[in-house]
């Protein structure tokens, strides 16, 4: 049974509760060195596809579907991650950090800088710096 988990473990990437176990251990310790956001603290919820959540369709998908692994959405003040595309905990870290930086910036800007494409945003230029820092949340 063991050999099966692992081995569905591999082809799967991460399972949906160690991704919940390492939220709870880690989203804390980054809140707490980042700061809260400027709507508070935001909850994380896990979800299987971008598609069924933004349409409300269990089962929806779309050709971001097997690549979106993030987001925090400023209207509902909320961290999404997409489970089936975490590989591994520094994915799941690197996703926290990334979105919680947004947390901590203004959403008005974020949309003004949206024009600038992905690479020329500087919100999200600092929000990849942010991942950089995820071997300090490491579990050891």
Do not use: C
């Not at 063991?2 to 991704?19: A, C």
């Not at 929806?60 to 590989?87: C, H, R, W």
């Not at 919680?100 to 003004?112: S, W």
């Amino acid at each position: 049974m063991k050999y099966l988990k692992d081995f569905l473990s591999l082809n799967e990437g991460i399972s949906r509760s160690t991704i919940e176990d390492v939220v709870a251990r880690v989203y804390p310790e980054i809140v707490k060195d980042l700061g809260i956001g400027k709507q508070g603290i935001p909850p994380v919820e896990l979800w299987k596809d971008i598609y069924a959540r933004l349409s409300n369709i269990p089962g929806s998908q779309g050709e971001a579907s097997s690549t979106s692994k993030a987001e925090f959405d400023s209207k509902e003040n909320k961290l999404f991650i997409y489970y089936p595309n975490m590989v591994n905990e520094e994915d799941v870290i690197r996703s926290l950090l990334h979105e919680h930086t947004h947390t901590l910036q203004d959403p008005k800007k974020h949309e003004m800088y949206r024009v600038k494409g992905y690479k020329n945003n500087p919100y999200e230029i600092a929000a990849s710096k942010a991942e950089k820092n995820w071997k300090r949340y490491i579990k050891q």
